[in-house]
């Protein structure tokens, strides 16, 4: 392809999402967004944007690409995956997008957002591809996508794009050190759970556990250390489900357990409604507890929690 042929094409691509791509007027210095259809329909009155760089909950207002001005209504944000997901009181064409899991390694991709100052774009390569992973706020994010470079002052929230002009996901600088990509996929789910919700459905036991060692204990069977149960919530699926003050707790479903974050890393893998098999230490006896993990939304408020 002739230099000037590619240059063309990267600019058609621009083109091609910049319709979809918006200004969200959320702190002091604004920030790019996107307008997404989680169902897949032409057009939506959704746009989701970095949730760190919203420092509001009220007033939110979106700049249009024909440069109108909309009040936008703020549904809930998810700091775990950095996506926070505004309503505006009109449909608008939504953005085209790709699936997740089609990008590799060497693809030429573009960010792209709407700053103070119009449009702006950013060249890239993918530098890597990997499958799912968790932030360090234990968002679960369905791809890891890497593209060289750092992202550019104001294109957080807005679009990392294919050279066809279709958005891949949301770039972010509140994920890792440079800037990560939310893919599409997680956006969309994020998307539904806060539309519906309000905030992240997320399995719950209700147990307050710390680490205890099991030295001289017969029924350990050579387990070095549990999590001793110190609370639990009253009417919760722990309690519900005969756990007690006290108990110790070495395993889930065959799987050992000694530390608080191996149970909270199980918890964000498991459906809410799932039945859970503890293997619990009660003084010098061992026994097994099914119990079925039950659901709470967790609702954040802009800019907290947000790197």
Not at 21 to 41: E, F, M, N, Q, T
Not at 103 to 120: C, M, Y
Not at 143 to 149: L, S
């Amino acid at each position: 392809m002739q230099a000037n042929d590619l240059s063309l094409s990267l600019a058609t691509a621009v083109e091609t999402a910049a319709p979809s791509l918006v200004l969200v007027h959320g702190r002091r210095r604004g920030s790019s967004g996107i307008l997404l259809a989680p169902d897949g329909a032409a057009t939506t009155a959704l746009v989701v944007t970095a949730a760190h760089t919203l420092h509001r909950g009220e007033g939110v207002v979106v700049t249009l690409a024909d440069g109108r001005q909309l009040a936008a209504e703020l549904l809930g944000v998810d700091p775990g995956t950095d996506v926070a997901l505004l309503r505006l009181p009109e449909a608008l064409p939504a953005a085209p997008v790709t699936p997740t899991g089609g990008q590799r390694v060497g693809e030429v991709v573009l960010s792209v957002g709407r700053t103070p100052f119009g449009l702006r774009a950013a060249f890239g390569i993918v530098a890597g591809v990997a499958g799912a992973w968790r932030t360090a706020g234990g968002g679960r994010v369905d791809r890891y996508i890497n593209v060289d470079g750092s992202l550019p002052p104001g294109l957080s929230g807005g679009a990392l794009v294919s050279a066809g002009g279709e958005v891949i996901g949301m770039n972010s600088s509140g994920l890792t050190r440079g800037g990560g990509t939310v893919p599409v996929a997680t956006l969309t789910r994020v998307a539904a759970q806060l539309l519906a919700h309000g905030g992240i459905r997320e399995a719950f036991l209700g147990v307050g556990v710390q680490p205890a060692p099991l030295a001289g204990n017969p029924a350990a069977e050579g387990r070095e250390a549990g999590l001793l149960v110190v609370s639990l919530t009253p009417d919760a699926p722990a309690a519900a489900g005969g756990l007690r003050v006290g108990d110790v707790v070495v395993g889930a479903d065959g799987k050992p357990l000694a530390h608080p974050a191996e149970l909270r890393a199980l918890l964000h893998e498991t459906e809410p409604d799932a039945v859970l098999s503890l293997s619990v230490l009660r003084g010098d006896a061992s026994l097994t507890l099914p119990i079925t993990v039950g659901a709470r939304v967790v609702r954040a408020e802009p800019g907290r929690g947000c790197r």
